[in-house]
């Protein structure tokens, strides 16, 4: 544990590092404040010092993860004519799969005093629920352009339908089902075909 006084660099992803690994090890009734500090092995005050509360810290953990993901995703659009539509797809969904945004939108169902602070994310535009299926779109509107997808396909609803299905297939299953991948890739094709 660090000492206390003692300046620690990043300790905000180190914060975050420690409660993705608290939430997966014990679940959302385990992610305390304490524990989180514990896994961290900083000082037990240092996460309110930084961020007030936990639901503040959480929210906080939240925007950060969703913000990284869709960072990940952002050179989709400029995949358009390059592999297969299919493989930028599902190279993209990958990014959506890896990580725990999806034990972290759990969180959220589990804890509805976050839904307050994600809306001041949202209503500030710290958060952009939509940036996936928005950066989906481009991405298909780019290889529609192409000719790679028929020139009436519609993107906005195939990026939907898209997202839409990783959402529901990691709620419903989670993301080390053995299946998951190859629903998602023949969903995939199965909509670009069409």
């Given at each position: 544990?660090?000492?206390?006084?003692?300046?620690?660099?990043?300790?905000?992803?180190?914060?975050?590092?420690?409660?993705?690994?608290?939430?997966?090890?014990?679940?959302?009734?385990?992610?305390?404040?304490?524990?989180?500090?514990?896994?961290?092995?900083?000082?037990?005050?240092?996460?309110?010092?930084?961020?007030?509360?936990?639901?503040?810290?959480?929210?906080?953990?939240?925007?950060?993860?969703?913000?990284?993901a869709t960072d990940n995703m952002g050179d989709l659009?400029?995949?358009?004519?390059?592999?297969?539509?299919?493989?930028?797809?599902?190279?993209?969904?990958?990014?959506?799969?890896?990580?725990?945004?999806?034990?972290?939108?759990?969180?959220?169902?589990?804890?509805?005093?976050?839904?307050?602070?994600?809306?001041?994310?949202?209503?500030?535009?710290?958060?952009?629920?939509d940036a996936a299926e928005r950066l989906f779109t481009?991405?298909?509107?780019?290889?529609?352009?192409?000719?790679?997808?028929?020139?009436?396909?519609?993107?906005?609803?195939?990026?939907?339908?898209?997202?839409?299905?990783?959402?529901?297939?990691?709620?419903?299953?989670?993301?080390?089902?053995?299946?998951?991948?190859?629903?998602?890739?023949?969903?995939?094709?199965?909509?670009?075909?069409?």
């Amino acid at each position: 544990m660090s000492p206390r006084g003692v300046t620690i660099p990043q300790v905000r992803q180190q914060l975050f590092d420690a409660a993705e690994q608290v939430l997966l090890r014990e679940g959302p009734s385990g992610l305390t404040g304490r524990a989180i500090t514990r896994e961290a092995g900083v000082a037990t005050g240092l996460l309110h010092n930084h961020f007030g509360d936990l639901d503040a810290f959480l929210a906080a953990l939240f925007v950060d993860r969703a913000r990284a993901a869709t960072d990940n995703m952002g050179d989709l659009p400029a995949r358009a004519g390059t592999a297969t539509v299919v493989d930028n797809l599902m190279a993209a969904i990958e990014t959506l799969l890896t990580g725990n945004l999806m034990a972290l939108a759990g969180l959220v169902l589990a804890r509805p005093s976050l839904v307050t602070r994600l809306g001041e994310a949202l209503d500030d535009g710290t958060l952009e629920l939509d940036a996936a299926e928005r950066l989906f779109t481009a991405y298909l509107d780019a290889e529609r352009r192409l000719g790679r997808l028929t020139s009436d396909a519609d993107t906005a609803s195939l990026a939907l339908a898209l997202v839409g299905a990783v959402h529901q297939l990691l709620l419903t299953r989670g993301p080390h089902a053995p299946d998951l991948r190859e629903r998602l890739r023949r969903l995939a094709t199965t909509l670009i075909d069409h």
